[in-house]
T-cell receptor
Framework: AQSVTQPDIHITVSEGASLELRCNYS??????LFWYVQSPGQGLQLLLK??????LVQGIKGFEAEFKRSQSSFNLRKPSVHWSDAAEYFC?????????????FGTGTLLAVQP | DTAVSQTPKYLVTQMGNDKSIKCEQN?????MYWYKQDSKKFLKIMFS???????INETVPNRFSPKSPDKAHLNLHINSLELGDSAVYFC??????????????FGPGTRLTVL
């Protein structure tokens, strides 16, 4: 069955420090992979996506993610975190098949940023 | 211009009541979705409609009845509300193109509280 695991429920980093959020997926075919961010009380914003090709993808707000097929991982990184990055981050896999087209989300990682 | 809009943003009601949430998209998409985010922030798909036809129904109780009057609208009606229905409900839309993936755009969410 398709699934997404985000092992870290809560992470705290200092402003200016680097960040890596982990994501592992289980999917039979080549996955469509996504990272979304949800700020408090807000909707979901797409940070970046991987469909195929270069395994290092760049997104908005200075984020990047690397697809590693051998590890079934799609970790999100940012070299220098800003206070405004404090939010909930969701990794997701896009499941397609016939008439279906749905996102399967991980449980999220809550990022806190210390001054 | 708001791409995917939902009304209301907040909904507080008593157990046993019937309520509706509305969603509209102006992106010209042919597929719309309802996702539920529970109190632990876990996001799960509930329904998907393509060209007004139901294509995904993820074992949601019969008390939940989606309705799509046209491609731009997808409403969610909930009968006999229960405490466990308290959640944030997100609407999303995308184009569905035969096995390929197109980005899903999310609305701002409707926070439903059942007392």
């Amino acid at each position: 069955a398709q699934s997404v695991t985000q092992p870290d429920i809560h992470i705290t980093v200092s402003e200016g420090a680097s960040l890596e959020l982990r994501c592992n997926y289980s999917y039979g075919a080549t996955p469509y992979l996504f990272w979304y961010v949800q700020s408090p009380g807000q909707g979901l914003q797409l940070l970046l996506k991987y469909f195929s090709g270069d395994t290092l993808v760049q997104g908005i707000k200075g984020f990047e993610a690397e697809f590693k097929r051998s590890q079934s991982s799609f970790n999100l990184r940012k070299p220098s975190v800003h206070w405004s990055d404090a939010a909930e981050y969701f990794c997701a896999v896009g499941a397609t098949g016939g008439a279906t087209n749905k996102l399967i989300f991980g449980t999220g990682t809550l990022l806190a940023v210390q001054p | 211009d708001t791409a995917v809009s939902q009304t209301p943003k907040y909904l507080v009601t008593q157990m046993g009541n019937d309520k509706s949430i509305k969603c509209e998209q102006n992106l010209g998409h042919d597929t719309m979705y309802w996702y539920k985010q529970d109190s632990k922030k876990f996001l799960k798909i509930m329904f998907s409609y393509n060209n007004k036809e139901l294509i995904i129904n993820e074992t949601v109780p019969n008390r939940f009845s989606p309705k799509s009057p046209d491609k731009a609208h997808l409403n969610l009606h909930i009968n006999s509300l229960e405490l466990g229905d308290s959640a944030v409900y997100f609407c999303a839309s995308s184009l569905l193109s035969g096995g390929a993936w197109n980005e899903q755009f999310f609305g701002p969410g409707t926070r439903l509280t059942v007392l």
